[in-house]
């Protein structure tokens, strides 16, 4: 530390020592890792493969070798940092200023369909009477009008935003592992769009909560995500009430919602405990009573703008005095809350404890030894296999409690752990379908102009991702994934990608062997399955693969395959508005793709090697 100092007085720069010590503190933070791949039996190189495999969307050309010449660990540490630059993805995302938009901006410039039409309604725009009647164009040719005189946009024009960012960011971060996890504490803590009341609050749940929190401790990601809009709404929380009666606002009563125990039940079965967690029906129950007045700060103009301004014009200490909390855009209203006392799990929560007890009822459940096993065991699936072993799982849920939840410091353990780098985790995992095409632009070193297009062909493959409709999230097991109908579309989705059927795609085969053609199919074959899956033994996949490329339909099977994705809906933007000169660049690209036709086509044979089995695993 005192060189540190001397350093800092050297060079006369507050900055620099604030720099340097950062750098410290890292380093002595994570000073343990230790990564055990040699007693398994691997290169640099393979185990270089491996950690590409888990923690990033795939590896990118060249990607192996520069871990190795850094070092496994550093790679790692700068990983579990997630603060490398991100310029370039900056760059891609420059234009869509609707990504960092609040909640009461969204839900006031974008609002449902539904929405659209009480609004126009209550302003005398529309007869409530012709909704359903007469002319129907006619009909959303006015709600249409009334839209733009209002500048209001509608909202399946920001999830289509939000959809491109979460591919350019997946495809594009130097902060991969943050981005992976980000995708993973999302489907733990799954919210819809099928379910409308939560669609406009995802973008910002996404971006300021689950993101954020995706390397943080437990408890904090846990807090976060009972407050946010997003969730409140998504499992009915918002509306939960232990009262009989509460105030209408004129100063009369009107009967209270009820008691909902969506939460509360989910809280434990999927988020913390586990569904063999040792709650009972009566702990949900009397969670549920803890949580109640959870609700939602008012945002919307139209229906509680009033409610909002009694808000903010009320005195502080008086809204303080009543046990109000207000953060962001979560609202505890005391008034709505169960004043009586509650047991959960054995715990007694005393009588009118307010929005204290949610916050000390979710600090008992992210803390409890079962959510500790529940949580590694996800991480292993996630991260080691399908069926992970006991003994890594008790490791890290031993870490869990020590370390009280410091999602970092489990992830250390388990990628110390001889388990994690074990024959039996190579390569076990199955590619979900998202993972499957944004590997493949990696891989390819491809540009994305129009990321929704990768989206529709995801969708296709049958991962329609934020659509997920029940609150477990899309599983992950490689049986979920792969039957018969889900290889075909793999396959189609290969050869449509690598013959530059995927509009919005453009890449280089040949740059990728340094503009060098191989001699032959077979020699391709050979050539490619060492780029686009490094450090394996593809002796066999060439085997089982050479006999596609003499397949005589195949080119018919790859025009198919491009034919099927012509029932998309394209962009709104065109080509040349997301990326200038796309036109250009993806004729040249559709021509360096391929070799000359008459020796073989290069993008038949790596389009048969991205929907592969061996390319489905990672």
């Not at 500048?151 to 997946?170: C, Y």
């Not at 971060?173 to 996890?181: A, D, I, K, R, S």
């Not at 009262?243 to 100063?251: I, L």
């Not at 709650?279 to 549920?288: N, S």
């Amino acid at each position: 530390m005192k060189k540190l100092l001397r350093i800092a007085v050297v060079t006369g720069s507050c900055c620099v020592f604030l720099a340097i010590l950062s750098s410290f503190i890292a380093g002595a933070r994570f000073s343990s890792l230790r990564f055990p791949w040699r007693k398994a039996g691997l290169t640099e190189e393979q185990a270089a493969a491996h950690l590409l495999s888990r923690f990033t969307y795939g590896a990118t050309p060249g990607q192996v070798e520069a871990v190795v010449k850094q070092g496994l660990e550093k790679w790692f540490e700068q990983q579990l940092e997630a603060r490398l630059p991100d310029d370039s993805l900056q760059v891609l995302l420059q234009g869509n200023e609707a990504l960092t938009l609040s909640n009461t901006e969204i839900v006031n410039t974008y609002p449902r369909n539904a929405q659209v039409q009480r609004m126009a309604i209550q302003d005398g725009f529309i007869n409530k009477d012709s909704v359903n009647k007469g002319d129907q164009k006619a009909y959303r040719d006015m709600l249409q009008q009334y839209m733009q005189q209002k500048g209001l946009k509608p909202v399946q024009e920001l999830t289509r935003l939000f959809i491109n960012q979460k591919v350019l960011r997946a495809a594009y971060t130097q902060n991969q592992l943050q981005e992976v996890l980000t995708s993973f504490w999302f489907n733990h803590f799954n919210v819809s769009f099928t379910k409308n009341d939560c669609e406009q609050y995802i973008p910002v749940y996404e971006r300021e909560v689950i993101r954020p929190h995706a390397l943080s401790r437990f408890e904090e990601l846990l807090l976060a995500t009972a407050k946010s809009p997003a969730m409140l709404t998504y499992l009915d929380n918002f509306n939960s009430t232990g009262a009989k009666e509460m105030p209408n606002g004129k100063g009369g009563k009107k009967k209270a919602g009820g008691l909902n125990e969506n939460y509360a039940r989910e809280v434990m079965e999927l988020h913390t405990l586990g569904v063999d967690g040792g709650y009972t029906q009566q702990d949900v129950t009397e969670a549920a009573r803890v949580l109640t007045g959870w609700t939602l700060y008012p945002m919307n103009d139209y229906y509680n703008k009033a409610n909002r301004e009694r808000l903010e014009s009320a005195n502080p200490a008086a809204l303080e005095r009543r046990g109000v909390v207000h953060t962001g855009d979560f609202l505890f209203q005391p008034n709505r809350h169960d004043m009586g006392t509650k047991t959960v799990l054995g715990k007694q929560f005393a009588a009118n404890g307010g929005y204290e007890e949610g916050v000390e009822l979710l600090h008992m459940l992210a803390h409890h030894a079962s959510t500790a096993t529940f949580i590694s065991r996800k991480l292993a699936v996630k991260f080691v296999s399908d069926n992970p072993p006991q003994s890594l799982i008790d490791k890290m849920a031993k870490t869990f409690i020590d370390k009280k939840g410091d999602i970092k410091q489990v992830l250390i353990t388990m990628v110390n752990a001889p388990e994690f780098w074990s024959s039996d985790a190579l390569r076990e995992k199955t590619k979900s379908p998202f993972e499957l095409a944004i590997s493949a632009v990696r891989g390819l070193d491809a540009r994305i102009h129009q990321p929704y297009q990768l989206y529709t062909w995801i969708s296709r493959m049958g991962e329609r991702i934020y659509y997920y409709q029940a609150p477990t999230g899309f599983p992950d097991k490689g049986t979920y994934w792969i039957n018969t109908g889900s290889l075909l579309n793999r396959m189609n989705f290969g050869l449509a990608l690598a013959s530059g059927r995927v509009p919005g795609v453009s890449f280089n085969l040949l740059a990728l062997n340094n503009n060098h053609e191989p001699e032959s199919a077979e020699a391709a074959l050979a050539t490619y399955c060492r780029l686009l899956m490094p450090e394996r033994n593809s002796e066999a996949t060439i085997q089982r693969l050479t006999p596609l490329l003499n397949d005589p339909r195949l080119q018919q099977k790859i025009d198919k395959a491009a034919a099927k994705n012509t029932m998309q809906q394209p962009d709104r933007e065109t080509p040349e508005t997301i990326q200038p000169g796309y036109a250009a660049q993806r004729s040249k690209a559709a021509a360096t793709a391929m070799a000359p036709a008459n020796k073989y086509q290069l993008s038949q044979v790596v389009g048969i090697i991205i929907g592969s089995p061996e390319f489905q695993r990672r």
